[in-house]
């Protein structure tokens, strides 16, 4: 099929309004919007702001009213349990109603905050359109998360319910959820009311007497009510996302109802080439802003069923996981990370798994969250013979930015690319200065404003934040804290980050907030967290530890309590296995200290001693410690 990208993308940016308005008819308003766009409200303008509209309406209750409600919503798939289900519209729609009504019977209702903190199970997603349905604002927390993260997110965003589980199952242990809400509750400022606690078979948990309730239990009250959805203003939050910023303290990405549901319904026709009825399957977990979109709300919107995996590329019990979901539930696109693919050619380079599944019906790959790497990207398309599309996007836009729209015809791939903005975005790549580089050239990604529907609007309760740290830097764009460049045929190369984020595993991390959590240590007097390459996990972060005078300990105790602190503090998410004693930080002579030489001497790449430095012989002290620990390289 000839791609139509070119024409659909030039339609778009001759009339945005029109564009949208014809995209925003695919979803079932209460108040059709006559406000397409309106830029004097928000800090950029919003969208749709006059209309109103409910998201698990167009989630559930349409599809069931369409006469769809005995095809299948949702798989549920765990490879750590061996569990399996499958729920019908119908059996979704009575599911989320009995907990949209436990939610008020508990006092919770329009614009309150709700805090789910659970693994990859089917009452996590019930519960965020439980949220939905009553116009109450979800906001997920990853699992991998310590219970000081967790209390972070309470506190700002002041949720006044927490839904958890007993547990969650990695491989090889089972994690108590229940300590760490305990934990985060007790540390938490602002102290949520109740705790609705679902008892999973693997591990009960203890309740607090008043505070905390056994889920089955006081759900099992309301099966059978029937609860209306409340009618919410396009512009009205229907989530709180928080994501890695440069400091400990997290960013709030606050989503709309109604944009986020035009965009993503156009998402899964036009990028991702989903029909009705079929399978989409997101290997991510809702704790992510991949999970949120398209394990949760892209494929109901658009009545496609979504799976969802509890368990990991690898390991449970094999290579060939992801293939047997796919072969079992006629999954027809995969979405995952690259590291994935990786961690799966790692243990079945010939494929033997791949081919041990048929899958006939599947379609596509697509990936995102990091870069993928053109060797593993070849080594799928070899082995699945469909099309492998890297596409890239953040918890901000909530959709993609770039990717090859497999909906509009497949254009053709370049390998390290992310391909091509996606209607909606204007991208450009501007030098520090905020001129725009030539096509080749390195420079900071940014998008024009309006960013289109979908987008964040803002941070929660922090507009200034907002601002200072995506609208003022490039006057009239939104900063993505990307860098890469955009070639002579428009395909764009997204290369690095501009802050002090990384990437590891596909998860977002801030060695800036690890940073702060690597000074608490009482011997600690200065350090710096820098990425550094991982084979399997793109990034890990790598401490680097200057002590306070006079401390005698062994190094190695406390570069293992470091490792301990963040684990405890930050979670296991964090992956921080590295830290190491030195004598002093390398600096510039103004006192910047030298990340950037520093993981590449880690990385083992060639560097140069920077002629800003304060004392080239401390760059040489790095890499012995380094080298110590069994990496590091010597200068050119
Ligand atoms: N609850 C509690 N702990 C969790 C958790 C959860 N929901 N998810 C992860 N963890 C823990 C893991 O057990 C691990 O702990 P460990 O240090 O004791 O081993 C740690 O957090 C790191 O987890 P993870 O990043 O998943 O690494 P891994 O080594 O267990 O697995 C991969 C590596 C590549 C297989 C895995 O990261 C993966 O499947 N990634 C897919 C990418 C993805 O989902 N990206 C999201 C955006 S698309
Ligand atoms: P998150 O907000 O967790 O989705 O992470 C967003 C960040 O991940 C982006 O700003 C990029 O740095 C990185 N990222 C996501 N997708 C890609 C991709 N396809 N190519 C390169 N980097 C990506």
């Not at 009205?236 to 989503?255: A, E, F, H, N, W």
């Not at 979901?325 to 979405?335: G, N």
């Not at 975005?425 to 080749?440: C, F, K, R, S, T």
């Not at 005078?549 to 964090?574: F, H, S």
């Amino acid at each position: 099929m000839q791609s139509s990208y070119h024409q659909v993308y030039a339609s778009w940016k001759s009339d945005p309004e029109a564009f949208w308005r014809d995209a925003s008819r695919a979803i079932v308003w209460f108040k059709e919007p006559q406000q397409i766009f309106s830029p004097s409200q928000g800090a950029y303008g919003r969208w749709f702001a006059d209309g109103e509209t409910n998201t698990c309406y167009n989630c559930l209750d349409r599809h069931v009213l369409a006469g769809r409600g005995t095809e299948t919503a949702i798989i549920f798939d765990s490879a750590m349990s061996g569990a399996k289900a499958r729920f019908s519209y119908e059996e979704a729609l009575a599911e989320v109603q009995a907990i949209a009504a436990t939610f008020q019977a508990f006092g919770i209702g329009k614009g309150d905050r709700v805090i789910i903190y659970m693994p990859m199970v089917p009452e996590a997603i019930f519960s965020m359109l439980a949220c939905a349905r009553i116009g109450a604002i979800h906001s997920v927390v990853f699992g991998g998360f310590a219970a000081n993260e967790l209390a972070a997110r309470i506190d700002d965003s002041g949720a006044k319910l927490v839904v958890t589980a007993s547990c969650g199952l990695e491989p090889g242990r089972v994690v108590a959820y229940k300590p760490l809400v305990d934990q985060a509750i007790a540390a938490a400022k602002s102290k949520p009311a109740h705790c609705l606690v679902l008892q999973r078979p693997q591990l009960t948990a203890e309740l607090v007497p008043g505070r905390d309730h056994a889920f089955q239990e006081a759900v099992a009250l309301h099966h059978g009510r029937s609860i209306p959805c409340v009618a919410v203003k396009a512009i009205d939050p229907l989530y709180i996302l928080y994501t890695s910023g440069t400091t400990g303290q997290p960013k709030g990405v606050v989503r709309d109802n109604g944009g986020h549901m035009v965009a993503l319904h156009w998402s899964m026709a036009n990028i991702y080439a989903m029909k009705p009825g079929e399978v989409f399957w997101a290997a991510s977990d809702i704790g992510w802003v991949v999970g949120h979109s398209y394990i949760v709300y892209a494929p109901l919107l658009a009545g496609v069923a979504t799976v969802i995996f509890e368990g990991k590329p690898v390991g449970t019990p094999d290579a060939g996981a992801f293939w047997r979901v796919i072969c079992e539930y006629d999954v027809r696109v995969l979405f995952t990370a690259p590291t994935a693919f990786r961690a799966i050619r790692r243990e079945d380079a010939d494929g033997e798994f791949v081919r041990h599944y048929s899958k006939p019906h599947f379609r596509a790959l697509f990936l995102a969250g990091e870069r993928a790497d053109p060797e593993t990207l070849k080594w799928a398309e070899k082995m699945l013979k469909v099309p492998v599309i890297d596409h890239w996007w953040q918890t901000e836009t909530g959709w993609p930015i770039a990717a090859n729209p497999l909906g509009l015809g497949e254009l053709p791939v370049k390998h390290g690319s992310a391909s091509v903005p996606v209607p909606g975005y204007e991208i450009q790549v501007l030098d520090d200065a905020g001129h725009q580089v030539p096509p080749g050239t390195l420079g900071n990604i940014v998008a024009k404003l309006p960013l289109p529907p979908g987008c964040l609007p803002t941070l929660w309760e922090a507009d200034e934040r907002f601002r200072s740290a995506y609208l003022e830097e490039f006057p009239g764009y939104y900063k993505t804290a990307d860098a890469g460049y955009v070639d002579d045929d428009g395909y764009l190369f997204i290369m690095s980050r501009t802050d002090d984020i990384i990437n590891c595993a596909g998860h977002r991390l801030s060695t800036g907030a690890m940073e702060e959590v690597c000074a608490k240590h009482p011997d600690v007097a200065e350090c710096a967290v820098v990425g550094i390459a991982d084979p399997l996990k793109g990034q890990v972060p790598c401490g680097f530890l200057v002590l306070k005078k006079n401390v005698t300990r062994a190094k190695a105790t406390i570069e293992a309590e470091v490792v301990k602190l963040i684990r405890d503090q930050i979670g296991p998410v964090a992956a921080f296995k590295t830290a190491v004693v030195v004598e002093r930080l390398p600096k510039t002579r103004s006192g910047k200290i030298l990340r950037g030489t520093m993981q590449k001497i880690a990385d083992g790449e060639p560097w140069k001693m920077p002629a800003t430095i304060d004392d080239p012989a401390i760059l040489h002290e790095i890499t012995d410690a380094l080298r110590s620990k069994g990496f590091g390289s010597l200068p050119m």
